[in-house]
């Protein structure tokens, strides 16, 4: 059972901490075929994937699907009947999740997407929406998923990519279900996922104590990239302290959003991961993959109007090998491997003029992400310390040494070989 660790930081499982890696898989339960999905679960579980993303209703933006599944009975005009559950659908969706949990992967299980909630911005877009979700139906909804899927242990994200403009998108939906969740199950863990470069969460949820932890969302808009340490300093800061990790960097090889002309590349999406873990988000990261996320089938259609607009996807056969992905699963294995669940930010140790290079430390190592090569400026002596380069795209190892300016009181390390980002690892 996944839990909260003593220290509020970082996760527990069995007793031992475990890294949260999780895989973007919104569109499973509409587009998925079960042999897709058997293959798809053996694939990322080989890669150390531990959670997956999935959104329990049909995902807005999702490509399209010759399964034709539908959470709810269709209404004339196009939109849900909410009142009318296709069993088929909720009971289909139970064998996925029976099939992931006998491979050890959890689903963590969007209850309430923005588009289905009044007054968000997703409900709001001026596009063919599928219907406003009854809010006097939540606590019969939520009854409904937790009794065919709480047996495997779920992680309940109780919104999907939101804001909160109304008191009754806070209470009526958001936090009637939460409260919900924890009634029936005290020890289900709860999290929200909220918009891009969202901040703020509302006093009466952020302050709930049958919210477990922190997720934000760095996004996909290539102009606002430093969200992913700006957003980790912020819920660093929060009050009161829990896990934080971002649930939605750039996804590998996804356009940019608003379909501004370029993708997110291998380098781009790492990047977002490492920047986002040693500004404070340290309990986990997930990954996305452009083709994945929506399931994509590139025999069948698309439509890049809906939501934020993004570019085609890939095939998702071809987006599942996308090597970001791998890159990923190595933060897992590297933070497990030397027991990184309390590293600090300490940004205030850099003294070269930027804020792309991030530091954190623990009582043990400093560790510092540098996207582009340069010499590295650190206040204190480090010259007597080990120091090693670690390529974080091929995994090369180099050792490094610096030299120590009194007058200043900073140590300079040399600029490594490599022609991608590295990691500077200073053992103390």
Request: contains cysteine; aromatic residues 14%.
């Amino acid at each position: 059972m996944f839990e909260i660790s003593e220290s509020k930081r970082s996760f527990e499982e069995n007793q031992q901490d475990v890294f949260y890696l999780a895989d973007t898989c919104w569109s499973a339960f509409t587009n998925i075929r079960d042999k897709d999905w058997e293959y798809y679960l053996d694939y990322r579980k080989s890669q150390g994937f531990n959670i997956l993303q999935v959104n329990m209703l049909q995902q807005w933006d999702a490509s399209q699907s010759e399964l034709n599944l539908k959470p709810f009975a269709l209404k004339e005009n196009g939109t849900f009947n909410f009142r009318i559950y296709n069993e088929a659908y909720f009971e289909r969706a139970k064998k996925m999740f029976e099939m992931a949990s006998a491979k050890g992967i959890r689903i963590a299980l969007a209850l309430l997407w923005a588009n289905y909630i009044p007054n968000t911005w997703a409900s709001q877009m001026p596009i063919k929406q599928l219907g406003v979700f009854p809010k006097d139906m939540v606590i019969s909804y939520v009854d409904k998923v937790m009794s065919l899927y709480d047996a495997y242990q779920p992680i309940y994200i109780i919104s999907g990519d939101t804001d909160f403009q109304t008191e009754e998108v806070i209470q009526d939906y958001y936090k009637a279900a939460l409260d919900r969740v924890k009634e029936n199950n005290p020890s289900a863990l709860t999290t929200l996922h909220i918009r891009g470069r969202e901040e703020e969460l509302p006093r009466e949820l952020r302050e709930s104590p049958n919210l477990d932890f922190y997720m934000f969302q760095s996004g996909h808009n290539s102009e606002f990239q430093n969200m992913s340490y700006k957003l980790a300093e912020i819920f660093y800061q929060k009050d009161p302290q829990r896990p934080i990790l971002n649930s939605e960097p750039c996804y590998e090889m996804m356009g940019y959003s608003r379909r501004i002309y370029g993708r997110f590349s291998r380098e781009d999406v790492r990047k977002a991961a490492w920047q986002s873990i040693l500004s404070g988000a340290s309990a986990g990261v997930t990954y996305g993959a452009h083709g994945i996320w929506s399931w994509h089938d590139s025999r069948l259609g698309f439509d890049s109007s809906v939501g934020e607009a993004f570019e085609s996807p890939y095939d998702w056969r071809d987006a599942l090998r996308f090597e970001g992905a791998w890159d990923y699963a190595f933060i897992r294995e590297f933070i497990e491997m030397y027991g990184f669940f309390d590293l600090i930010p300490a940004q205030k140790l850099l003294k070269n003029n930027t804020q792309e290079i991030r530091v954190a430390r623990n009582a043990n190592y400093i560790l510092v992400y540098v996207p582009f090569n340069i010499r590295i400026e650190l206040e204190g002596n480090f010259v007597s310390k080990k120091m090693i380069y670690l390529d974080l795209e091929s995994k090369k190892i180099m050792q490094v040494g610096g030299e120590y300016q009194e007058q200043g009181n900073i140590t300079s390390v040399s600029m490594h070989p490599f022609t991608r980002d590295a990691l500077l690892i200073i053992e103390e």
